[in-house]
């Protein structure tokens, strides 16, 4: 088939590629001139694993095409899938206006049907209202379907080849079938297709998100009552874990969700509740947990260090929002960094792909290490924000001869405290209780 993409963020270009991959000719339309620069030189302007060689692959095969030019990238194409940002606007609502402008511009150069998907996270009634607005521009017949997208970073390839599920919503059974077909390749394990209308289809992704974010804000704050009595959360994890309407996962404690998804869209669905006149009673909570437990790390470090963190050198291992990508958008570890810097420590920053990020935010206000025992130089205490594997298992004896002071704020609980202790750290884990240094 042949395929538009336009906006080649983490979501247009998984998308784009895993297309291209199964045989379609693709487009991808971004109206970032350096990016698509960046990408016709075979240049990625992310890190996902697995994600480059495939670009590469695909463009030299000629079955996967960048351009900045809408009116041309959707020319020939039967399905336009819309993947542009849908961030947080000013009042907590999503901002559409890059779905609307793409709209448009799609109804100013449409010449023959075609269906438009819509794969950014957009609220319940943005297809309904996409179509309305097109058919302003144009009088030629289209459709606009919901395909929300349940890709997680750092893993994307590997969502997009088996889906748990694709979702799509339709006001038209042949739109379906068309969508169908299109995504027949990745189905073959027997993984629902399942079709709903274009609003369950849009709310759908919206729930999924809150119910993932009450997962992590509901550990967090068990983690905090953990450590108020003494408990061990890993083990109260586990003991819950096995009941199997619980189950085990996304139940990790740690130092806030992160990245461009949950937090803007749980702010969504805040926006959206209270557009209709109900009290998100739960997300609201949800959002609040979350905000008060990106400030638990350094709340531990103040009070470890007696509230004097000036001159204080801290290794800060982990910046990304999760492991496996160098997306800092909304990343918890920011928030420490702000706060460390504002107390006035010196901080050395280590992550394996987002340190370019970074420094493109902080410049010379921090010290970039590219490798995590450099950033242990002198080091009064270690802070582990992401659990990147490489973390996981370090030649502590090293750690120890590098460090001025062994002590270590694991944010993602990757250590084992009883471990720490014996090899003689001071280990500060989340809703773990310490166990005293031998
Ligand atoms: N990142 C994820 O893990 C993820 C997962 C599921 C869903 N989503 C949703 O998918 C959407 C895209 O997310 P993302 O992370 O890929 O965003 P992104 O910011 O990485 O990419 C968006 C791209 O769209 C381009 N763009 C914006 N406006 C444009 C326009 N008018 N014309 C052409 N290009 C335009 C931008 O230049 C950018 O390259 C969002 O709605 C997001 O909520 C993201």
């Known amino acids: 088939m042949k395929i538009a993409v336009v906006g080649t963020g983490y979501v247009g270009l ?37 994600l480059a060689e495939l670009v590469h692959r695909n463009a030299r095969d000629g079955r996967l095409v960048f351009t900045t030019d809408l009116a041309l990238g959707i020319q020939d194409a039967e399905i336009i899938f819309i993947a542009v940002g849908t ?6 609502s999503a901002d559409l206006s890059g779905v609307w402008d793409v709209g448009s511009r799609i109804a100013a ?12 996270t957009v609220p319940v009634g943005t297809n309904a209202e996409l179509a309305r607005r097109m058919a302003e521009t144009t009088s030629v017949p289209f459709d606009v379907a919901s395909n929300p997208e349940f890709l997680k970073e750092g893993a994307a390839i590997e969502d997009f ?10 006001r038209r059974s042949e739109i379906a079938e068309r969508l169908h077909a299109l995504y027949a390749p990745f189905l073959r394990t027997d993984r ?19 119910m993932l974010a009450v997962k992590i804000s509901f550990i967090n704050e068990a983690a905090n009552l953990c450590e108020a ?4 959360v890993n083990d109260v994890r586990r003991g819950i874990g096995h009941d199997q309407r619980i189950g085990f996962h996304f139940l990790f404690p740690g130092v806030g969700y992160g990245g461009s998804c949950f937090p803007k869209d749980i702010r969504a669905v805040i926006a959206m509740a209270r557009a209709r006149g109900i009290t998100p009673r739960m997300m609201e909570a949800v959002d609040a947990v979350n905000e008060a437990q990106k400030g638990v790390l350094f709340r531990k470090m103040s009070a470890h260090f007696s509230g004097d963190l000036k001159g204080k050198t801290i290794a800060l291992w982990g910046l990304a929002f999760k492991p496996r990508t160098d ?3 909304e990343a918890p570890a ?20 987002a340190l370019t990020n970074v420094c493109a935010v902080y410049g010379d206000r921090l010290v970039y290490c590219d490798r995590h025992y450099g950033a242990l130089e002198q080091a009064d205490a270690l802070a582990v924000a992401t659990e990147w594997n490489e973390f996981r298992n370090p030649d502590f004896e090293v750690m120890r001869r590098l460090m001025r002071q062994p002590v270590i704020f694991d944010g993602r609980n990757v250590y084992d405290p009883g471990r720490m202790s014996a090899l003689g750290f001071i280990h500060y884990g989340m809703g773990r209780p310490r166990v005293a240094s031998d």
């Open 327 to 329: 997306d800092i958008r």
């Open 334 to 353: 920011l928030v420490l960094v702000d706060a460390l810097l504002a107390a006035g420590a010196v901080l050395r920053v280590h992550d394996p792909e």
């Open 229 to 232: 009595y003494g408990a061990d």
């Open 14 to 50: 998984v998308q784009g590629t895993c297309l291209a991959e199964s045989g379609n000719d693709v487009i991808c339309v971004d109206k970032l001139e350096s990016k698509v620069e960046a990408l016709k030189r075979g240049e990625i302007p992310i890190y996902e694993p697995g």
């Open 87 to 92: 961030p947080q606007g000013f009042d907590g």
């Open 192 to 210: 629902p297709f399942l079709v709903m209308t274009p609003e369950s289809a849009e709310m759908t992704k919206y729930v999924a998100n809150c």
């Open 109 to 120: 150069h449409l010449s023959e049907p075609k269906i438009i998907v819509i794969k950014s």
């Open 161 to 170: 080849n088996k889906p748990d599920r694709v979702v799509v919503g339709v």
